[in-house]
T-cell receptor, first 113, second 114 residues
Framework: GESVGLHLPTLSVQEGDNSIINCAYS??????FIWYKQESGKGPQFIID?????DKRQGQRVTVLLNKTVKHLSLQIAATQPGDSAVYFC????????????FGAGTRLAVHP | ETGVTQTPRHLVMGMTNKKSLKCEQH?????MYWYKQSAKKPLELMFV???????ENNSVPSRFSPECPNSSHLFLHLHTLQPEDSALYLC?????????????FGPGTRLTVL
């Protein structure tokens, strides 16, 4: 069946370093992905999305890379700050139906001073 | 604040109780969602409502009963739950149900079933 998986459950970085969070997917037909951030006590929050006709998309301090050949995407956060500490999810938004998202397990990002 | 509120934030109930979760969105959206987030599984979609009509039921047991009286409010009625139903229940809303319509999540209700 369709699945979205993450390579690492926890990532620890120093403040100011760049963070890279990885995500693998299994459905080669998947063509639209979204990254969400969930802080403690809050619901997930949209960060950035990417379609399969793009290899890279940039936002404010974040970049998402998509490698369709190996079915992998990554979220890069530049100059990581304490406020970036959260769980990050990739979601496959490709499914037909009514805006159905298939979420990965999540990676916890811990930023140390 | 995302514009989506949920009450209560925490709920403890016995297996024979009946309770309801409430969600309200202040964004003028036409679609609302219920998700379940447990410690051992990824975030799972439960139900989707579009213009107050249920359009998706993701094989959810009948002990969970959703209700959408208008486009701003969504309820999840709970009865005879099991301990494995303990989880964070998240509500979300979006402008429509096109896949590019961003979903905005509430803070969730932490449910514990004893």
């Amino acid at each position: 069946g369709e699945s979205v998986g993450l390579h690492l459950p926890t990532l620890s970085v120093q403040e100011g370093d760049n963070s890279i969070i990885n995500c693998a997917y299994s459905n080669s037909a998947s063509d639209y992905f979204i990254w969400y951030k969930q802080e403690s006590g809050k619901g997930p929050q949209f960060i950035i999305d990417i379609r399969s006709n793009m290899d890279k998309r940039q936002g404010q301090r974040v970049t998402v890379l998509l490698n369709k050949t190996v079915k992998h995407l990554s979220l890069q956060i530049a100059a990581t700050q304490p406020g970036d500490s959260a769980v990050y999810f990739c979601a496959d938004a490709s499914s037909g139906g009514y805006n159905k998202l298939i979420f990965g397990a999540g990676t916890r990002l811990a930023v140390h001073p | 604040e995302t514009g989506v509120t949920q009450t209560p934030r925490h709920l403890v109930m016995g297996m024979t109780n009946k309770k309801s979760l409430k969600c309200e969105q202040h964004l003028g959206h036409n679609a609302m969602y219920w998700y379940k987030q447990s410690a051992k599984k990824p975030l799972e979609l439960m139900f989707v409502y579009s213009l107050e009509e249920r359009v998706e039921n993701n094989s959810v047991p009948s002990r969970f009963s959703p209700e959408c009286p208008n486009s701003s409010h969504l309820f999840l009625h709970l009865h005879t739950l099991q301990p494995e139903d303990s989880a964070l229940y998240l509500c979300a809303s979006s402008q429509g149900v096109v896949r590019t319509d961003t979903q905005y999540f509430g803070p969730g209700t932490r449910l514990t079933v004893l």
